[in-house]
């Protein structure tokens, strides 16, 4: 059974050297190369072929999430596991964004990230519990800005679109014109993201912002 194929990019020497004990101590694993900065990063990665690279965020030169980028556009199938003490929202979205296939803190025991490793080489992906926790709460964030982002004057055009109400019987109640109920129908279509009257009635139910 072949090894998988790791690479440590971390600046810190004493951390490079803890997790390259810990994980040598695993015969599926086989650490290929240690890297300081993002731009060692770039080029051990081109020489060495590694399956998986264990990379922090805030390296010098480079950082690790620019770095990951670069390295995808040059080996799309290469996978990152991001290792780092980095626990806010805005940089685990990022990590992802840029197409993290795993995203661990530093804490962990060696025994989640030798989980996350193996987990990552068969295809899967793997995120500490407060990374779903973060993402639950992005998305909750999300409805409240969908909440915000529809105004009275289209939630008034809303509500008379769900009782069946057409653009002209619309437009006579509320005294505007035919165009503006159109564009305040096109303007919500937009911002809840979907395709017609029938699925923005339901996504406006879902969301609470019909009763």
């Keep these: 059974m072949d090894r998988i194929k790791l690479i440590l990019a971390d ?7 803890g997790f390259r004990s810990l994980l040598g101590r695993n015969k599926a694993f086989e650490i290929v190369g240690e890297a300081e900065t993002g731009k060692e990063l770039l080029l051990l990665a081109s020489e060495k072929a590694p399956d998986i690279i264990l990379v922090d965020i805030t390296i010098p030169v480079i950082n690790g999430l620019d770095a990951m980028v670069q390295l995808k556009k040059i080996n799309p199938n290469l996978k990152f596991i991001i290792l780092t003490m980095h626990d806010e929202a805005g940089y685990v979205i990022k990590a992802l964004k840029n197409g993290a296939h795993g995203y661990l803190l530093k ?21 500490s519990p407060f990374v779903t926790n973060i993402l639950a ?25 769900a009782d069946g109400q057409s653009t002209k019987q619309i437009a006579a109640k509320l005294k505007i014109s035919i165009r503006t109920v159109e564009s305040h129908r096109l303007n919500m279509l937009k911002k809840l993201e979907v395709n017609n009257s029938s699925e923005l009635i339901k996504k406006a139910i879902d969301l609470k912002i019909l009763g």
């Excluded at 709460?137 to 679109?161: A, G, M």
């Design 11 to 17: 600046d810190h020497p004493l951390i490079r050297a």
């Design 107 to 127: 804490n962990i025991e060696i025994a989640e990230l030798e989980k996350a490793i193996q987990t990552v080489y068969e295809g899967g992906k793997y995120f």
């Design 137 to 161: 709460e992005s998305v909750n964030k999300q409805t409240v800005i969908d909440h915000e982002e529809i105004t009275l004057r289209e939630k008034e055009v809303l509500n008379l679109v």
